[in-house]
Nanobody
């Protein structure tokens, strides 16, 4: 299984970014896809998840601002991030969990929000 993330960058507060996570080596439609983030000096934390059945869940800190989606045709998950805040600054990691609850991680993409 390989996960390749893209879409990070530097944005001003209030701006938007869309992260992408392209998966390969697995039947994408059968797995849950999630996003986590890790800020400097902090533990990695949950951001959002979308199940194989397209149910979604979000951390309270991003509800109403971030939206997770998936396109099974191109085996890609997305995280649309709106109204970004400086506290959203972190390395964002894509997560894939299969039916055996095995986790796979992407390499991470940096998101920096300036005030």
């Amino acid at each position: 299984v390989q996960l390749v993330e893209s879409g990070g960058g530097l944005v001003q507060a209030g701006g938007s970014l869309r992260l992408s996570c392209a998966a390969s080596g697995i039947i994408f439609s059968n797995v849950n896809m999630g996003w986590y983030r890790q800020a400097p000096g902090k533990q990695r934390e949950f951001v959002a998840v979308i199940t194989s059945g397209r149910s979604t869940s979000y951390a309270d800190s991003v509800k109403g601002r971030f939206f997770i989606s998936r396109d099974n045709v191109v085996s890609t998950a997305y995280l649309q991030m709106n109204n970004l805040k400086p506290e959203d600054t972190a390395v964002y990691y894509c997560n894939l969990r299969n039916h055996l609850s095995h986790d796979y991680w992407g390499q991470g993409t940096q998101v920096t929000v300036s005030s």
